[in-house]
């Protein structure tokens, strides 16, 4: 555990302040496994994470990696069972709930589900202008116009004001829930999923809104998807999860065409490339994600990985620098054993 | 001869505001042992056409004209009766999205595996036992034994999946309807299945009729693609002609709203929404999106025409192709 706070304090060189730093974070969920049984799943496992003022980070990873859980974790949604969270300088884990309401303004999220997430009785203005009064942001002769220049802003046009949830598009109820996020300007937005209910089109220019607000607002954000196109447009840096551990860490480019972890190997083999055409043999994880009850003692990935060795079952894998800003939780990556090379002949020997 | 041949397939649903066009006259056909990939996005009635396919459509939908010709039959006036013994499910079978609700989850997957077997192949118990172990086995599934033993709710999407995929194997189709097979699966799970089911087409020879929104799984997976926008086919080509040079309007600009790595400044994307199908547009029902509209595109609706051999476009101002980009690609 010392390494892993040692390594989550390697000097970066972007002088902007952290907005958010997560420090061995761990969350257990108990559930019944039979009449006089719990076991805890273990959704997220000690996961040290910075996020700097103005910038993206991508959370990705396959269903059940724990990745909405450390979002909602981040946000104070859910009190973590170890480890602690700081906002600014704010220690959130130690916070009552009315100080956590206080700064919820600050704090905000985008939920994957619109039309779930926004009440189906309200106007969809009054959810926007729900936490202006709230919080006592805007004077009440403020909050229409405050709403409709946040319609504005997130392309809604002003006839939509009226409206109910259910009467708009889900493109259209995914642009609300970002008017409500933004509404009390916050310092720290969480995005989960936000596009993946939408098809490609409605889908590119939601894209289009989310990539023009953090450019316009210099937005501190958290995005969280599965989806490996959105992630690498989006984002400025990426953490990779593997059943509730972060494997790989860097800046999105180094990520996507210097991928070391081999689980990020295989994840990135898999996105499409520029020429949908092109019929690459993928590096193929063999099986299933093992469950969080029971996840593989040693490396995780151990398993399934190609490249696996006794060690790996022996040894815990912390995140080891490989590169400026790029860090990796696998020992025979960070020993110069496997490269991106490796990843790329294993897939064309799969190939013959 | 094609092995399935729809021609002006016409689907609605009759709701109480009215008829909701969902399918308008829609043409393709699928020859023996081909993958056609049918691609659109939410509502523009590609899951219908499948249900269509084989009459598999709920309440309030209605096929209201068109022929489904299977191998010189034409399902659309076929008694049910006979469909049901025939055809559905022996002949043409279907995988659905959602492998886990699919399934009978009061039954082990073993059973509903060896109750087909023992139905429509008029295998005894035993029998039946030792052919779905061989089923399974050829699926790749590790430890087939204790597979069959499990309820659908003990495994995971991808397993659930293969046991799917196994049952519309068990009486040997000619054609397999696959709606969304991978969606909601994980992505080193989804490769998985396109492996398998590639695999399977090879080995057994059978067509495959792939419903997709997504389009990197068609490039990979298609000998042929369809696009449908609001119920008509938009494009239908070889995969590589289709992504290479895309001759309607629509598919090029659902092409270009992919996010993809390094792209700089925003995506193209498509302007206005996808046509309403109660007072779906005059004419083309693209040509409000459109940016190659001409007068003639709201009056008349273009019809399924030949560009490129095997390439069939319905625009009245197909995309220009440049002769570059041809002949390098």
């Not at chain 1, 450390?70 to 009552?96: I, N």
């Not at chain 1, 946040?150 to 970002?178: A, N």
């Not at chain 2, 068609?218 to 000998?223: E, I, L, P, R, S």
């Amino acid at each position: 555990m010392a390494e892993r706070a040692q390594a989550a304090n390697i000097p970066v060189l972007t002088p902007d302040p952290v907005v958010l730093a997560i420090d061995n974070v761990v969350k257990h969920y108990p559930i019944k496994t039979g009449a006089f049984k719990t076991e805890q799943v273990r959704a997220v496992d000690g996961v040290s994470l910075e996020v700097r003022r103005g910038e993206t980070l991508g959370l990705v990873g396959e269903s059940g990696c724990g990745k909405s859980t450390l979002g909602r974790v981040a946000l104070r949604l859910e009190p973590p069972t170890s480890g602690s969270v700081r906002f600014g300088d704010v220690e959130l884990t130690s916070l009552s709930g009315g100080e956590v309401r206080r700064l919820r303004p600050k704090l905000q999220m985008v939920f994957q589900d619109p039309l779930g997430s926004l009440n189906p009785r309200m106007k969809v203005w009054q959810t926007v202008a729900e936490p202006l009064l709230l919080h006592r942001l805007a004077a009440p002769g403020q909050v229409r116009a405050k709403v409709r220049d946040l319609f504005s802003r997130v392309g809604l046009s002003d006839e939509l004001l009226t409206r109910y949830p259910h009467e708009l598009s889900g493109g259209q109820q995914q642009r609300v829930g970002i008017a409500r996020a933004l509404a009390p300007n916050p310092e720290l937005v969480v995005l989960d999923e936000p596009t993946s209910a939408l098809d490609v089109s409605v889908q590119a220019k939601l894209i289009n809104l989310l990539r023009g607000l953090k450019e316009d607002l210099r937005l501190t954000q958290v995005f969280i998807s599965h989806d490996l196109s959105v992630i690498g447009y989006l984002t400025d840096r990426v953490a990779v999860m593997y059943l509730g551990e972060v494997v790989e860490l860097g800046p999105t480019a180094t990520i996507y065409t210097e991928p070391r972890h081999p689980y990020t190997g295989a994840l990135m083999s898999a996105v499409p490339g520029d020429d949908l055409l092109d019929r690459k043999t993928r590096l193929m994880l063999p099986g299933e994600v093992p469950s969080p009850i029971k996840p593989p003692p040693a490396c995780r990935l151990a398993p399934r990985c190609p490249f696996a060795r006794d060690r790996c079952r022996q040894e815990k894998q912390v995140l080891r620098s490989v590169g400026a800003d790029h860090m990796v939780a696998c020992w025979r990556a960070a020993e110069g054993e496997i490269s991106t090379q490796d990843f790329e002949r294993t897939r064309l020997a799969l190939e013959v | 001869m094609s092995l399935l041949e729809v021609s002006d397939l016409r689907t609605s649903f009759f709701l109480r505001t009215g008829e909701l066009r969902v399918l308008d006259g829609v043409n393709i056909d699928i020859d023996e042992g081909e993958v056609l990939g049918l691609v659109g996005e939410t509502g523009s009635g590609k899951s219908v056409t499948a249900y269509s396919i084989i009459r598999l459509l709920k309440q309030p939908g209605r096929i209201v004209g068109g022929e489904v010709r299977w191998r010189g039959r034409d399902l659309v006036t076929l008694w049910e009766s006979e469909l049901e013994q025939e055809i559905r499910g022996k002949e043409i079978a279907m995988i659905f999205q959602n492998p886990r609700e699919a399934l009978n989850p009061v039954i082990t997957v073993g059973r509903q595996l060896t109750q087909v077997l023992e139905i429509r192949r008029g295998m005894s118990k035993r029998e039946a036992r030792l052919e779905a172990i061989k089923i399974v086995k050829s699926l790749h599934i590790s430890d087939p034994e204790s597979r069959l033993n499990s309820h659908p709710h003990q495994l995971s999407g991808g397993m659930a999946q293969r046991i799917m995929i196994s049952l519309a194997l068990s009486c040997e189709p000619r054609l397999l309807i696959a709606d969304e097979p991978t969606t909601g699966l994980d992505v080193t799970t989804q490769y998985q299945i396109v492996q398998l089911l590639r695999e399977l087409r090879d080995r057994t020879g059978m067509a495959i009729l792939i419903i997709t929104h997504d389009l990197a799984l068609a490039a990979q997976m298609c000998d042929r693609v369809a696009v449908l926008y609001a119920g008509k086919i938009a494009e239908v080509g070889r995969t590589e002609y289709l992504f290479r040079s895309p001759r309607h309007p629509y598919t090029k600009a659902l092409l270009a709203s992919r996010p993809r790595l390094g792209l700089k400044g925003d995506i193209v994307t498509i302007p206005g929404n996808v046509a309403n199908l109660m007072h779906p547009p005059g004419g083309c029902r693209f040509h409000p999106r459109c940016p190659n509209a001409l007068s003639i595109c709201s009056e008349f609706q273009p019809p399924l025409e030949q560009m490129e051999p095997g390439q069939l476009v319905a625009c009245h101002n197909p995309v220009v192709v440049h002769q570059e980009a041809a002949a390098s690609g």
